[in-house]
Antibody, heavy 123, light 113 residues
Framework: QVQLQESGPGLVKPSQTLSLTCTVSGGSISSDDYYWNWIRQPPGKGLEWIGY???????YYNPSLKSRLTISIDTSKNQFSLKLGSVTAADTAVYYCARASRQWLRITWFDPWGQGTLVTVSS | DIVMTQSPDSLAVSLGERATINCRSS????????????LVWYQQKPGQPPKLLIYWASTRESGVPDRFSGSGSGTDFTLTISSLQAEDVAVYYC?????????FGQGTKVEIK
């Protein structure tokens, strides 16, 4: 059974770069059958899709974050990562990584999800 | 972008009674090539990640109790809990995976009356 686990600093200063890694266990990140996603949720608020990466390195980012965002993949470590630059308090959120399967050459629903990690942007 | 709007924002239902949550998309999420609605429902309890309940708008995930059902097509969808149990207290989200950026409804909080 595939499991995902986020890791990274819980506190980031304004204007700096938020960096998180998602480690995948119980399955290969190199599979052609899945997209690997980041999703965030500000405290007490709803969910926002950040972006995905495919095993080839192909990415798609939410346009609202695209100018500050990089998602990368390390197949040798079975990990994918997120870097979000020039952060502000508005980037404070629980960050989730999640897998989505590929059907008819399109992405589907997010499952499973990691447990999430709270990142606070504050000086 | 496709905007997902849920109603109501919250509802309180007596144990054993029916709970109905609506979700409307600003554009159709029905893909004509396979006649599938690219719409999913999740359940989120405090301190937990969202849990998959229903995909393709009406297909129940394995292990999800049959009191949960999804219906609708195109732009209008419904999640129904036929007989509310205490463990169903949660926030429920719909989400479209038809087009990027993938988007979620604002969530509906279900409580016990």
């Amino acid at each position: 059974q595939v499991q995902l686990q986020e890791s990274g600093p819980g506190l980031v200063k304004p204007s700096q770069t938020l960096s998180l890694t998602c480690t995948v266990s119980g399955g290969s990140i190199s599979s052609d059958d899945y997209y690997w996603n980041w999703i965030r949720q500000p405290p007490g608020k709803g969910l926002e899709w950040i972006g995905y990466i495919y095993n080839s390195g192909t990415t798609y980012y939410n346009p609202s974050l695209k100018s500050r965002l990089t998602i990368s993949i390390d197949t040798s470590k079975n990990q994918f990562s997120l870097k979000l630059g020039s952060v502000t308090a508005a980037d404070t959120a629980v960050y989730y990584c999640a897998r989505a399967s590929r059907q008819w050459l399109r992405i589907t629903w997010f499952d499973p999800w990691g447990q999430g990690t709270l990142v606070t942007v504050s000086s | 972008d496709i905007v997902m709007t849920q109603s109501p924002d919250s509802l309180a239902v007596s144990l054993g009674e029916r709970a109905t949550i609506n979700c409307r998309s600003s554009q159709s999420v029905l893909y004509s090539s396979n006649n599938k609605n690219y719409l999913v429902w999740y359940q989120q309890k405090p301190g937990q990640p969202p849990k998959l309940l229903i995909y393709w708008a009406s297909t129940r995930e394995s292990g999800v109790p049959d009191r949960f059902s999804g219906s609708g097509s195109g732009t209008d969808f419904t999640l129904t809990i036929s007989s509310l149990q205490a463990e169903d207290v949660a926030v429920y989200y719909c989400q479209q995976y038809y087009r990027t950026p993938y988007s979620f409804g604002q969530g509906t909080k279900v409580e016990i009356k």
